[in-house]
Nanobody, 121 residues
Framework: QVQLVESGGGAVQAGGSLRLSCAAS????????MRWYRQAPGKQRELVAA???????NYADSVKGRFTTSRDNAKNMVYLQMNSLKPEDTAIYYC???????????????WGQGTQVTVSS
């Protein structure tokens, strides 16, 4: 079994900050890319940030300069530091990991259950 569990969501005012965490647990052999997605009401899920196992990152244009993703490979954790939050950042944020589960030999995506971020103006 593999689980991804997000934490750190909440409600903040515009201009505030939040830090999301995602812990991957279970029988994991290797984790490759880890990503953050978000989905606002009535909108499609969109990629916010991604980080490779070596630490290379990329971001959606809408969050560049405000959000930073990082990871701790020893702990199977990924983080999303969100600064200068805007009301349009309001969404459910999902963690995603591309990994190999122990006992298998193929990569597949796993998803967390999501954490709500609400930014008020």
């Amino acid at each position: 079994q593999v689980q991804l569990v997000e934490s750190g969501g909440g409600a903040v005012q515009a201009g505030g900050s939040l830090r999301l965490s995602c812990a991957a647990s279970g029988s994991i052999t290797s984790i490759y890319a880890m990503r953050w997605y978000r989905q606002a009401p009535g909108k499609q899920r969109e990629l916010v940030a991604a980080i490779t196992s070596r630490g290379s990152t990329n971001y959606a244009d809408s969050v560049k300069g405000r959000f930073t993703t990082s990871r701790d490979n020893a702990k199977n954790m990924v983080y999303l530091q969100m600064n200068s939050l805007k009301p349009e950042d309001t969404a459910i944020y999902y963690c995603n990991a591309d990994l190999i589960r122990t006992g298998t030999y193929y990569r597949r995506d796993y998803w967390g259950q999501g954490t709500q971020v609400t930014v008020s103006s």
